[in-house]
């Protein structure tokens, strides 16, 4: 059964305490009924090689260890067992020279992101649909004191287990990731920075989803959002039909400067769109730990710009605001 002691007892002396109330009985239920695939994959945690990294580097590859740190076989082993956690979508890491190279270049996502972040020194981090929890350790990286990560992902939570089972004891401490969405969280007013990428589009209500978010964030603190956009004025809004590059839970795509209105309703202060960036090939693509299709299959192939449904190919926008 998966253990989440030692995240509820960092809680409990967090700012966050609070959030103890509802966490630990949704804790519960998902230990008690768990996704079909959750015994095999902490099977595969289980066996992971005890490896000691004396060298961890938190830069673009999020580096545990040297290649000398680790024997071939150790290095076999490791290989075997991460890739019975595929598809792995965001990274990339190397894992004492095993490198995973996911669909995802998430490191090109915190350069467009990373220069408008508050000084993170110091800071109480949420990152809200964290995936494999890349983020959460260039956000360590940063000078975060404690970063929490929330995603209903399951693989998400064992690939975010796996890599922090191989990081120094230190680290390991002050990274944290529960499986429950927004939408189970309180009002906790605790994070001096709540980020939120590629998520609200997804939310098929996304103002409640931004109040949400906002209900998290201390006075003063940062939102640091990114989402899916299409081009237009203060007034456009796009809902795809069934589908959008092919993905079936797509509902709001506002313009950025939309996006920045909805944030001013709802009290937001501050509001900076910083980084308006069309997704390219070389970001998104098919690799050897995510064997699936990915962004060339989704765009129309004699017109990158259009996605195969005929929609504006996926421009992404960055917006921060203050509480
Ligand atoms: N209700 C929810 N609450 C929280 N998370 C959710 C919810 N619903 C879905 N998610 C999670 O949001 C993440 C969206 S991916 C972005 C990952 C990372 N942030 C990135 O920016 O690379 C976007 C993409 O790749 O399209 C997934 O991990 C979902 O499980």
Redesign the pocket.
Known sequence: MIDFSKELRALLQSPHAQWLDTLAPQLTAFKNNPHGNLKRWQRVLQQLPELNAEHTELSDTIQVGHSDEASDADRARLTGLLQQLQPW??GPFNLFGVFIDTE?R?DW?WQRVAPHLDDLNGRQVL?????SG??LWRMLEAGAETVWG????EL?LMQFRAIRQLMPLTLQQRAHFFP????QMPELKSFDTV?????LY??RSPIDFLQQLKGLIRPGGQLVL?TIVVEGDETTVMMPGERYAQ?RNVWFLPSARALSVWLERLGFKDIAIVDHNTTSLDEQRRTQWMTGESLADFLDPNDTNMTIEGYQAPIRAVITARV
């Open positions: 979508r965001k995802w998430s996502k990152d809200v649909g964290c995936g890349y983020h929330v995603d209903p992902g998400f429950v969405g927004i939408e980020f939120s990428m590629g998520v997804h939310r990114e993905m």
